[in-house]
């Protein structure tokens, strides 16, 4: 079926000649013409441009526009060009500014221009996957479940002048995330230029977007009283790890009351006080006596939580708590399939923005997904679909799909109505092999041996290998070869 008898009440000026080449990537990558589709229309010039203008303030556009800049960026993030430089050679020909216009342009968006355009992007994607109803279960039937955490940019190259004179590293921001474990988009960043900072110093940026029956899962970091009172007072239900420092009062007996696949599970009474206002909390301590001490040599964790015990026991806290990781994952992502850090932009507004793009690239192939659950089915999707070699083969097609299909071809898609956009995307989705996006499994992991100091600055491993003897089998008697 064409791509006209799929969609519903186009229009006529909706045309598009559904060529042999188009037909044939749909054949040979059905994901890569997804994922191109879908940036066509989330990231659509007038789309962008708006969200641009509505929150930049001191920023404008003249002959770069704000799209332009996310068109070559997402290039980077998404590995079809090495660097900046490189994408803007490639696009220099729709380009009107020079090199290091576009470099001052990077260097000055705001941090509240790239929350705007993750949440911008964030929405999109949800609208997306909630009508292809490609979405996972809720973790707590009732409430809206967020994960948060913090993510520091690595170091960047010194090629600022300011940077020449140190040999330290050079930290250009962070952010915190709050990401939405239903749909595995990330919908709400938090950037920071200060790369220094105390993440605990972005809570109060956090706690107005959180609502009421919220479901915040965050890790010791971010214990705080103030933070859980705030949420409290804001009906926000919350699970985090106890952080050492944090005053308290335990209340009555701690008695057991299961087991979780990590260890036993014991629940007592907790209260934390503010100091301003005298006000106390009474909330749930969950512990958690684990089989293997942690990393840091923790033989127990505790998890507060202020869920009603109706709603959530302590077992069900302690394994909710386990979904933390899922975020974690998202993170991995974004920094080993995608490039959410580069190392050549040393202002911080440009990698936080750098950084922003990478996210809204995540959500994007969250959408595509959706589709893959919609179609395939949730626990197929999830226990066989591996996240690296979907974005490797949208890398690896793109700059060639995109020679043999050039822009004009794709416009149609950028006036496309979600619900259009989602019934072509579950379409498209059963055209997958998913054999060719299959996770690599493993065994068990091997505990890591301890290595001696190094006496050397560099060994020859051939030296180090041990001898082997080879057995060479003929018709006549054995012959033993010694490998030398």
């Known amino acids: 079926m064409g ?70 960026t997402s290039l980077v993030v998404c590995r079809v060009q090495p660097s900046v430089h490189a994408a803007y ?72 002048k300011v940077l020449r004179g140190t040999a330290a590293g050079a930290l250009p921001g962070q952010a915190l995330v709050l990401l939405d474990p239903q749909r595995m988009v990330i919908d709400k960043v938090f950037p920071c230029e200060d790369g220094h900072a105390q993440e605990r110093s972005l809570l109060d940026q956090v706690l107005p977007h959180l609502q009421p029956r919220d479901l915040l899962i965050d890790d010791r970091n971010f214990c705080t009283v103030a933070f859980l009172m705030g949420m409290a007072r804001r009906q926000v239900r919350f699970i985090t790890r106890q952080h050492g420092r944090m005053p308290y009062q335990l209340q009555g007996q701690r008695r057991f009351v299961g087991r979780c696949p990590t260890g ?86 440009a990698a936080l923005f750098a950084f922003g793009v990478a996210v809204s690239c995540y959500n994007l192939l969250a959408a595509i997904k959706g589709a893959l ?21 949208i890398s690896g097609v793109y700059r060639g799909m995109m020679i043999a299909l050039p822009p004009a071809k794709w416009k149609i898609f950028q006036t496309m109505s979600d619900t259009q956009l989602a019934d072509l995307l579950i379409q498209w989705a059963g055209r997958v092999d998913l054999e060719k996006y299959r996770k690599a499994s493993r065994g068990p992991k091997k505990p890591r041996s301890k290595r001696p100091n190094a006496q050397f600055h560099h060994v020859a491993t051939a030296k180090l290998l041990p001898k082997k003897r080879l057995i060479v089998r003929t018709n006549r008697p054995e012959i033993v070869v010694t490998a030398s």
């Open 264 to 349: 036993r599970v014991y629940e007592q009474a907790l209260i934390v006080s503010e100091a301003k206002t005298g006000q106390a909390l009474t909330i749930r301590r969950i512990t958690v006596r684990l089989k293997k001490p942690t990393r840091d040599g923790d033989t127990e964790i505790h998890l507060l939580t202020n869920l009603p015990a109706s709603k959530a026991g302590a077992v069900k806290v302690a394994l909710l708590y386990l979904k933390r990781w899922r975020l974690e994952t998202a993170f991995q992502e974004l920094t080993t399939h995608l490039r959410c850090e580069l190392n050549t932009l040393g202002y911080p507004p």
């Open 3 to 72: 791509l006209l008898g799929v969609m519903e009440n186009p229009g006529r000026d909706a045309k598009m000649v559904m060529d042999d080449v188009f037909e044939l990537f749909l054949q040979q990558s059905p994901i890569s013409v997804m994922g191109r589709v879908i940036l066509e229309n989330v990231f659509a010039p007038d789309k962008l441009d708006a969200v641009f203008r509505s929150k930049a303030i001191r920023q404008y556009e003249r002959e770069l526009l704000f799209s332009q800049l996310v068109d070559l």
């Open 89 to 160: 050679k490639a696009k220099c020909h729709e380009i009107s500014v020079s090199a290091k216009a576009l470099y001052d342009k990077l260097s000055n968006v705001e941090p509240t221009t790239t929350r705007a355009f993750v949440e911008y992007t964030a929405c999109a994607a949800s609208g997306l996957i909630d009508r292809m109803k490609g979405g996972l279960p809720e973790l707590l039937p009732g409430y809206r479940t967020r994960i948060l955490d913090g993510n520091h940019l690595s170091g960047t190259d010194h090629r600022l």
């Open 373 to 393: 659950r919609a179609r395939h089915g949730q626990q197929m999707i999830e226990e066989t679909v591996s996240n690296f070699y979907l974005t490797n083969e």
